[in-house]
């Protein structure tokens, strides 16, 4: 067992010899060939003023944290629809789609 292992590392170790890497030059991809650095960069001295009407970190979290309050208090309104059977519930769709046809055929073009 041990020949055969390091017969399997010296072949390993001869095979990464003869492994040869591309070289690449990627300045002569295409992506690269037809683009030309301008020097033309404007001046740190003409960047905009960092604006002062931004939201503190705390003024984030409060306001999230009103909006999760308002989300957990939200409750489904109960009615007729969660009390339907499947074909109460089909007909009523079909009644309402009905009106809606015809609310759009009585729309003038």
Known sequence: MKQFL???AALSL???STVKMPNLDLSKLADFRDQKI???YPDVSEAPEAPTDVRSDAEWDE???Q???KKNTFEVPGGDAQAMSDREFDA???ELTEKVHAYKADDPK
Request: charge should be positive; aromatic fraction near 0%; charged fraction near 20%.
């Open 14 to 16: 001869s095979a990464c």
């Open 6 to 8: 390091l017969i399997t």
């Open 67 to 69: 909006m999760v309050a």
């Open 63 to 65: 306001a999230a944290a």
């Open 38 to 40: 301008k020097g033309d």
């Open 92 to 94: 009523k769709l079909r």
